[in-house]
């Protein structure tokens, strides 16, 4: 089966140098004791090397980024802090509606996003 394409960069190791651009971080040593992993394996995400999903929550909290965009390279590595201003208005709408009308908005919601 094809993978379907992915929007914006190609590849999560570019993603990666661009945050790491991007939040200034110069020392990938100090970097590397805040995540609790050896510096190497900073520069093997930044070529596409695996990457654990512990590493990845890591990496996005420490660096303030989107998961979606780090790990699916949709939308923009600071979208996360929007979901945050409207979320509470989500959770409202959600706790009115049915189960099944709720079920129907998410998808809707995934599908236009």
């Given at each position: 089966m094809e993978r379907p394409a992915r929007r914006g960069m190609s590849s999560r190791g570019a993603?990666?140098?661009?945050?790491?651009?991007?939040?200034?971080?110069?020392?990938?040593?100090?970097?590397?004791?805040?995540?609790?992993?050896?510096?190497?394996?900073?520069?093997?995400?930044?070529?596409?090397?695996?990457?654990?999903?512990?590493?990845?929550?890591?990496?996005?909290?420490?660096?303030?980024?989107?998961?979606?965009?780090?790990?699916?390279?949709?939308?923009?590595?600071?979208?996360?802090?929007?979901?945050?201003?409207?979320?509470?208005?989500?959770?409202?709408l959600f706790d009115i509606l049915s189960p099944g009308a709720a079920a129907a908005l998410m998808?809707?919601?995934?599908?236009?996003?």
């Amino acid at each position: 089966m094809e993978r379907p394409a992915r929007r914006g960069m190609s590849s999560r190791g570019a993603r990666i140098k661009l945050a790491l651009e991007a939040r200034a971080v110069r020392k990938q040593h100090a970097l590397a004791s805040a995540l609790g992993v050896h510096e190497s394996a900073i520069t093997r995400w930044k070529e596409d090397g695996a990457m654990s999903l512990d590493n990845a929550v890591a990496l996005c909290r420490e660096l303030d980024l989107s998961a979606d965009w780090l790990l699916l390279g949709i939308g923009h590595m600071d979208q996360h802090r929007e979901r945050d201003e409207i979320e509470p208005v989500y959770t409202e709408l959600f706790d009115i509606l049915s189960p099944g009308a709720a079920a129907a908005l998410m998808k809707f919601i995934k599908l236009i996003a």
